[in-house]
T-cell receptor
Framework: GIQVEQSPPDLILQEGANSTLRCNFSDSVNNLQWFHQNPWGQLINLFY???GTKQNGRLSATTVATERYSLLYISSSQTTDSGVYFC??????????FGPGTRLSVLP | ETGVTQTPRHLVMGMTNKKSLKCEQH?????MYWYKQSAKKPLELMFVYSLEERVENNSVPSRFSPECPNSSHLFLHLHTLQPEDSALYLC???????????FGPGTRLTVT
């Protein structure tokens, strides 16, 4: 199966700052999701984005499938954005493989 | 979100106990999944059930036994677990196999 890397592993921001999280894949993917895991463990869907760019409020995501990466942008970060961000991808015939996550802490 | 529910939310069990985790989805989906999330490890897919297939991760020990009586319910039966099985167990569903997944809140399991 594919290998998924995420960077950075940890990120500390001041409230109001912007950030970019990256997800790299060892092979091409035809489906990709971004999640936010809150402190209680709930995984919240952010984007389902096999390719292209999507925006939802302060968050946006871009996937360049041909170059095997996806980016998650967080603008004007808030303390409620804290948690762990996961990307998960799958390629043909496989099931979703999750990355190790980026732990984000937004300080007031 | 109430689309995917899991019970119990917390479970403490001894190594000789038998217990079951329950997952129910109210989204009309046709695929359901069990994942294990251990500390400092990525989510690990354990089982997949869908109209098209049943997939088992070969590395999952036989002390974990899934059951999917219909497309809305998924169980994970546990017996003679080990302390290293302590983890967050997450259930997910998707419209079809390998499509966008929606997760439940998880069951935090502690094996003593």
């Amino acid at each position: 199966g594919i290998q998924v890397e995420q960077s950075p592993p940890d990120l500390i921001l001041q409230e109001g700052a912007n950030s970019t999280l990256r997800c790299n894949f060892s092979d091409s993917v035809n489906n990709l999701q971004w999640f936010h895991q809150n402190p209680w463990g709930q995984l919240i869907n952010l984007f389902y984005i096999p390719s292209g760019t999507k925006q939802n409020g302060r968050l946006s995501a871009t996937t360049v499938a041909t170059e095997r990466y996806s980016l998650l942008y967080i603008s004007s970060s808030q303390t409620t954005d804290s948690g762990v961000y996961f990307c998960a991808g799958l390629n043909y015939g496989q099931n979703f493989v999750f990355g190790p996550g980026t732990r984000l802490s937004v300080l007031p | 979100e109430t689309g995917v529910t899991q019970t119990p939310r917390h479970l403490v069990m001894g190594m000789t106990n038998k217990k079951s985790l329950k997952c129910e989805q109210h989204l009309g989906h046709n695929a359901m999944y069990w994942y294990k999330q251990s500390a400092k490890k990525p989510l690990e897919l354990m089982f997949v059930y869908s109209l098209e297939e049943r997939v088992e991760n070969n590395s999952v020990p036989s002390r974990f036994s899934p059951e999917c009586p219909n497309s809305s319910h998924l169980f994970l039966h546990l017996h003679t677990l080990q302390p290293e099985d302590s983890a967050l167990y997450l259930c997910a569903s998707s419209p079809g196999s390998r499509e966008e997944q929606y997760f439940g809140p998880g069951t935090r399991l502690t094996v003593t």
